[in-house]
């Protein structure tokens, strides 16, 4: 089992950053690949970014490339998204996941995370 917790969330206005962060407990952190996903009201839960458990390969969604960067501490069992020049289409709530495999490749749909925090709301304000 991987317990996943988010912090960071906020209000924020359109141009400005925020940094989530992700605290891991449980199974062995630094062995799994870590995403994550973002689900704005009345919308389905999409991937933003995800990383490998070393930290040298990462990828993102085409919505937030160059803008977003996905980083990690395997010392401190926590994951980071740096989000900048936020926009008011980012506004959701935004979750971490982790598969229950470990993987060499990057997954990038829901299904393919097993454990999820209870997410961390983001506001952008135009």
């Known amino acids: 089992q991987v317990q996943l917790v988010e912090s960071g969330g906020g209000l924020v206005q359109a141009g400005g950053s925020l940094r989530l962060s992700c605290a891991a407990s449980g199974r062995t952190f630094s062995r799994n690949v870590m995403g994550w996903f973002r689900q704005a009201p009345g919308k389905e839960r999409e991937f933003v970014a995800a990383?490998?458990?070393?930290?040298?390969?990462?990828y993102y969604a085409d919505s937030v490339k160059g803008r977003f960067t996905i980083s990690r501490d395997n010392a401190k069992n926590t994951v980071y998204l740096q989000m900048n020049r936020l926009k008011p289409e980012d506004t959701a709530v935004y979750y971490c996941?982790?598969?229950?495999?470990?993987?060499?490749?990057?997954?990038?749909?829901?299904?393919?995370?097993?454990?999820w925090g209870q997410g961390t709301q983001v506001t952008v304000s135009s």
């Open positions: 990383i490998t458990w070393s930290g040298s390969s990462t």
């Open positions: 996941a982790a598969p229950a495999v470990s993987s060499s490749y990057l997954p990038t749909t829901r299904g393919e995370y097993d454990y």
